[in-house]
């Protein structure tokens, strides 16, 4: 399967073609009808964002929908030294 090859890629640190695998196999209407391979492959964007410190773009695909998308979503802006956006974003979900 496609997703393994891109994940094998990605293991043995060929990250250029592990991101032209992911855009040829999201744009195949097989995986682009399906909402569980398109969570799937944000999140693997979301990771190739992250790797080249693209932390605000990588923000913007998390959604705060879930306890761990907040928990990432609060981690990443720990990490981007923004302590209260953080917290703002834990507290949200909270309420």
Request: glycine residues 2%; proline residues 2%; hydrophobic residues 40%.
């Amino acid at each position: 399967m496609k997703i393994n090859a891109i994940i094998s890629l990605i293991k043995s640190n060929t990250f250029d073609e592990a991101k032209n695998l992911l855009d040829k196999t999201r744009k195949q209407p097989h995986f682009s009808n399906s909402e569980k391979f398109q969570s799937i492959f944000r999140g693997l964007q979301v990771f190739f964002l992250i790797k080249d410190k693209k932390i605000d773009d990588a923000l913007a695909l998390i959604p705060s929908s879930d306890v761990y998308s907040v928990l990432l979503r609060a981690q990443l802006f720990l990490n981007s030294k923004r302590q209260k956006e953080a917290v703002q974003e834990l507290i949200k979900h909270v309420q």
